[in-house]
């Protein structure tokens, strides 16, 4: 931990002033001082951790051309920052065009995968029927699939489709996947089912009582879903790479292995390429979290 | 999975016969036709030799006569087995602290708790790019050693510091993730407990040993079950550390590395790299079965 | 972990949906290979990472093509570097390859097997004198009639060396090593020196180094492997002395092209075999390193440097036979790879191309005389890996030869065991 503690406190921002009486717990309770700073002090030891190989990815993709980035000892600022690598690496590559494809992938993703994990996950959780138990397990058993054997399969299938070279062909296999499909069933187990019994008294069949009462219960793990879907998309290689030829369809993450030349690789232009692929991740998850952690403290994700 | 029981179930029948179906349909027909239709044909291949340009004939049980001769096939069991050792109490305990630690609403918690989820949300390639670049031997860790004195390491040469350092950066990675399922969990945890048992005198330790961990103890499972099955078929950060030959003499080779050495690119002996693929699958269905069955045990 | 599918995962193929549809003939050689007809439709056009720095150079020629031939529309599709096997893997089984597609001769083999690379000797031995013999040699298969691709461009490429580390150990930094022996000696008085702080080389032995060292690879007819001969036992038990000394770097077992390749950036090991294309990647990247860069002839004792070759193939199911070997003939012709060669530093596979004063003239530069260099040693130059070295050989070699290094066998029995694997590898391929 001792190197952790080196982290320069000044380049986080600042916690609020501890005027201390102010500062209390979930439950209401005052913390103590020491106590504060303890927390604060693991905190931003965890932070250096985790971040800080993002902000040294950063730091290099700022380093200008005359800059020597593989100096020993390495230097953690920038001399002469400069934005120059991502004006570089929007001319080497048309980074709108595939962030646009990536964002439909993505997005469709989303869609697919919060309608088609709610529904599956409902039918598990909630609805009595012959066979539940082993629609449960063949979930459960598609999620210890090793998907690295059956990429081919895949792409056969795809081509009798007439999908390959499509965004539909991209989406099509992760959009209801597994482990989300889980998710939700979990959360809908969770549910008490005193709401859902109240609205069947009132005549609401099972497709009323799925959308007005026990969806918006579980928007939290919606939000989980939602994230993890557009996560999945965004950061997937191979997949997209085998189902398409054709370049004007190619998404983020295979647009950007072009910038690993055949004939020279530049730092600078893959570190500015990474933050490229990285930073609109985490602007959704700042953007969403608040949702997210309310999911998660719905019990959403609680097993 | 736990599955508690549904006690209104019975009552809540108002239900079109066919619904149930239709609304298991659309993930079904996805899983089927896009996971477990082409595993089936994993299983098949795994009785022929067949090759990626040549379709090949039943061999029987032959290749998984060749696998119990194969050393490859040994190393990587074991490697996976040792992951799952090394990398399961660690993800099961670190995030339960890590979630402890940021329950409290203290001023800039969510941005600690945001910040704390980043490495789940970067691909894993970033990552392995980012780490390997940091523990190289005249990397960010090595000269931060050095400073300090000591000698460099060579994480990334050594048959096990590179396991460790593969093993390390899963942690990284699923710290935040894992995180986020405690902190569900915790939520539900009532605060009387607690309180009864401040009043009673229980420092610190005692109360996460008597309250916090009963409490969240079906998570525990929860993560445990997710986390082993995740590590035993680990491929991308070994994969990134080691190389793609597995490291020294390919003593770093993990099982899903060999079906990918053994079976992709245009000459891979697709046949036997299926048989491989159904032990990781047997093996992760044992685990998820044994984890489950440990968890029975313990709360009867 | 949430991971959708693992971004890496390369893993690809192994599962393929019966029946392969895509591999029809299977077996031998050509199928409908008439390339005599007219000149006419669509065909699609496969690179392999080219699109990033080229593309106005490959627009502009499918533009001329289109125009010296109307009626002819190509379509052309670049693919990233990483995973290029895999995609091609998924389309041959898939029945998707494109036409016109670009491979190395290791790529071109399997295809070859499996009847889906066009019989050039058949369908276009007419063109077979306007390229370099060792060049068009490149791509026929121990075991068949025949050549299956079109040559493209060449690479090769000096030694590089950092000056100022030799300085340090008290090596003349004016007079590089220029044969094995002298390579090694520089190496182990280097690490010594420096107490094993800096190592000399950062790559085990590849198959392609043991070609150059003197060592016969496989039997003529191309049934079984051979580098397990005195000479390759004496390579490696080279190679064992240095890496105890330290000379041979300890990251070496795992090293990767691109890792060692940044070890010489950083300097932290004293010589590297690059190409022209590395020079401006120095001077770019390692401005320090750059001041002190010393270049010397690649090492070889067979009298024949090693050159990687580039390739187009035509796809054998291809519905447009005629146009599309017209178009990979057209793009691998004298005068378009000239101009490609002028995009970039690589050496194109024509004959008498390397005559061109480009290639002849020295102006004082660096570049240009690591150029002229490469240019004139091409002419004898040899592709050493053979052609049916697959990646999953290439494997069991490297994990054989880091088990002797080790010392966790002997350099007899390492080579030994490798050529035993490879060889029941080769079978399985058949």
Sequence with gaps: ?303 | MASPTVPGARRVRRQLPSSPWLFAAPGLLITGAFILYPFVSTLVNSFTDRRTLVPGEYVGLDNFRELLHDDMFWTGLRNSTLYVLGVVPALVLLPLLLALLVQKNIPGITFFRSAFYTPVVASIVVVGLIWVWLLDERGLVNSLLETLGASPVGFLSDQWLILLSAMTVTVWKGLGYYMIIYLAALANVPRELHEAAAVDGAGAVRRFLTVTVPAVRSTMVLVAALSSVAAFKVFSEVYLMAGPSGGPAGEDTTLVMLVQRTGTGLTGRVGYASAISVVVFVVTVALMLLVLRADRKEES | MPTSRRTFAVAAVAALVLPLSACGSGGDGAGPADASGKVEGDITFQTWNLRANFKPYFEGLIADFEKKYPGTEVKWVDQPGEGYADKISADAAGGTLPDVVNVSPDLVAPLAKAGLALDLDKAAGQYEKEYLEGAWASHRIPGMDGTYAFPWYLNTGPLFYNKSLFDKAGLDPEQPPRTYDEVFDAALRIAEKTGGDTATLANVPTIEDFGRYGVPLMNEEGTAFTFNDAKGVQLLTRYKELYEAKALDSQALTATPESSGKKFLTGAVAMNPGSALDLANFKKQAPNLYKNIGITDQITSTGHVNMYVMGLMVNAQSRRTPAAVAFAHFVTDAAHQMSFAKQVAIFPSTAGSLDDPYFTKEDGTDETRVRVAAAKSLKGAVNYTPVLFSEQMKTELRNEVAKALQGKQSPQEALDNAVKACDRLLQQQG
């Design chain 1, 1 to 303: 931990m001792s190197v952790l503690e080196k982290t320069p406190p000044t380049a986080q921002p600042r916690p609020a002033p501890a005027r201390e009486p102010r500062i209390t717990d979930e439950h209401g309770r005052r913390v103590r001082v020491w106590e504060l700073a303890l927390r604060y002090l693991l905190l931003l030891g965890v932070l250096a951790l985790t971040i800080g190989p993002f902000l040294w990815q950063l730091s290099t993709s700022l380093k200008g051309p005359t800059e020597d980035i593989f100096s020993s000892p390495p230097k953690f600022l920038p001399s002469d920052p400069t934005l120059h690598n991502y004006e570089r690496v929007a001319d080497t590559i048309p980074v709108w065009d595939y962030a646009l494809n990536s964002l439909k992938v993505a997005a469709a993703n989303v869609v697919t995968n919060c309608v088609g994990a709610a529904l599956a996950g409902y039918a598990l959780a909630r609805l009595r029927y012959r066979g539940r138990r082993v629609a449960t397990l063949v979930f459960i058993l598609a999620m210890l699939v090793p998907v690295e054997g059956i990429i081919i399969a895949q792409f056969t299938t795809m081509r009798e489709l007439g999908l390959n070279n499509t965004l539909v062909g991209v989406v099509l296999p992760g959009c209801v996947s597994a482990l989300n499909v889980l998710l939700m069933r979990n959360a809908f187990l969770n549910l008490p089912y005193e709401i859902e019994e109240a609205a069947y008294v009132d005549g609401a069949n099972v497709w009323q009582r799925f959308c007005r009462i026990a969806l918006p219960s579980v928007k939290g793990t919606l939000a989980v879903v939602a994230i993890f879907a557009f996560m999945g998309a965004w950061d997937d290689f191979l997949w997209p790479l085998i189902v398409l030829s054709d370049p004007s369809k190619f998404t983020l993450t295979i647009g950007l292995n072009y910038l690993h030349g055949t004939f020279a690789n530049d730092e600078r232009l893959v570190a500015a390429g990474t933050i490229i692929a990285v930073a609109p991740l985490i602007a959704l998850f700042a953007c969403l979290q608040r949702y997210f952690f309310r999911g998660v403290g719905e019990g959403a994700v609680k097993g």
